[in-house]
């Protein structure tokens, strides 16, 4: 049976506190998991590149070439921006199965950061014995957000040539919002003049730096049988249980760069790095929820019914990165800005303690 539209468009509105008060979740209809899917992925798709890139950046940090050993702590920020063109998407180049835009003339839907009061409306192909679609609903609007900020924590081993960092974010509830969500990370950054002896010396340094970082979101969903839009009276049944709902999202993401930094003087030095940066998302709807579809048989009637499991998503992602930056070091404390201009980048803000 074709099972249901909108219990993704409630994912997307979960998942993240831009959308969490924009979509009335009551209001969706929920009406076939093909087409849902296609339309969650192209409305979550942005954001799960910006997760996925973000947890690359402000990554970087300052080599040293004396022999004692130095711990860090800091508050890390990835400002990333979203591209104008992810901002909306274009339904009917996803060839939905069962439904399309109820006006000719409005095809271009809001992703989750798009504009705050637009959405279409999409109707059923399926139509009952006047000529009228069974079913209808409106997309869901954006949070109208140019960019997307990712907190997280820092703390950083520093020894001769060898940095050894930790990032990470505790488990908890996003503000305003019933989604919890948190990571862990890991950087390794090398300076060559570990290997190479002639660059000991130099006021300039080379490095190799890899990471890598898991982010894991979770929140109980509570989809119950409710209203539809819909000409004609609904047959079937929808039994429940419904407290078995909810919503798991992970993100994995990797990077390898190149850097080469210079200090220019006794506090402040800059640095410059690329690299490749590649990940994946995963979006999964788990438990019992109530779908409404067109009745199979034909005669124009919609039919209730329950559906497990609706969702299970997966995307990979893949860029090429750059990155400049400058830092300011005291005795205690540290200032780091950079910024990288490749789609999907932005600015990352790293401030942080010297405990030794």
Do not use: C
């Not at 690359?56 to 300052?62: A, E, I, L």
């Not at 703390?155 to 990032?167: D, I």
């Not at 590649?278 to 019914?305: F, K, N, Q, R, W």
């Amino acid at each position: 049976m074709k099972k249901n539209v909108t219990i993704t468009l409630l994912l997307a509105a979960i998942m993240t506190n831009f959308a969490q008060n924009l979509v009335d979740t009551g209001a969706l209809i929920q009406g076939g998991v093909e087409d849902g899917s296609k339309l969650v992925e192209a409305y979550v798709k942005p954001l799960n590149k910006a997760i996925v890139f973000g947890l690359s950046d402000v990554n970087y940090s300052k080599l040293k070439r004396d022999d004692r050993h130095h711990l860090t702590f800091s508050v890390k920020l990835a400002y990333i921006n979203i591209p104008n063109d992810d901002w909306t998407y274009d339904v009917t180049k996803l060839n939905l199965q069962h439904f399309e835009p109820k006006e000719v003339d409005k095809i271009m839907a809001q992703t989750v950061f798009g504009d705050s009061l637009k959405s279409i409306t999409l109707v059923s192909k399926e139509k009952d014995l006047l000529g009228r679609p069974l079913i209808e609903f409106d997309t869901p609007s954006g949070s109208q957000k140019s960019a997307m900020p990712l907190p997280f924590l820092g703390a950083t081993y520093r020894l001769k040539y060898t940095n050894l960092s930790f990032n990470f974010i505790p488990y908890i509830a996003i503000p305003d919002s019933d989604f919890k969500v948190g990571m862990i990370g890991v950087s390794v950054q090398q300076d060559l003049a570990l290997f190479v002896k002639s660059l000991q010396d130099q006021s300039y340094g080379i490095s190799i730096q890899g990471s890598g970082a898991y982010l894991y979101g979770h929140s109980d969903l509570d989809i119950q049988p409710g209203k539809i839009h819909t000409p004609v009276s609904i047959t079937g049944h929808t039994t429940g249980p419904y407290d078995n709902q909810e919503i798991n999202v992970s993100y994995t993401s990797l990077n390898l760069a190149a850097y080469f930094d210079y200090n220019i003087s006794e506090h402040f030095n800059v640095f410059a790095g690329g690299g490749v940066n590649l990940g994946s998302s995963h979006i999964m709807v788990e438990g019992t929820y109530p779908v409404y579809v067109a009745d199979p048989t034909g005669l124009g009637a919609v039919v209730a019914d329950d559906v497990h499991d609706p969702l299970d998503i997966q995307n990979t992602f893949s860029r090429s990165k750059l990155d400049f930056g400058v830092r300011g070091d005291w005795d205690r404390f540290f200032v780091q800005v950079n910024y990288s201009p490749v789609t999907y980048g932005g600015l990352g803000l790293n401030l942080g303690y010297k405990m030794l």
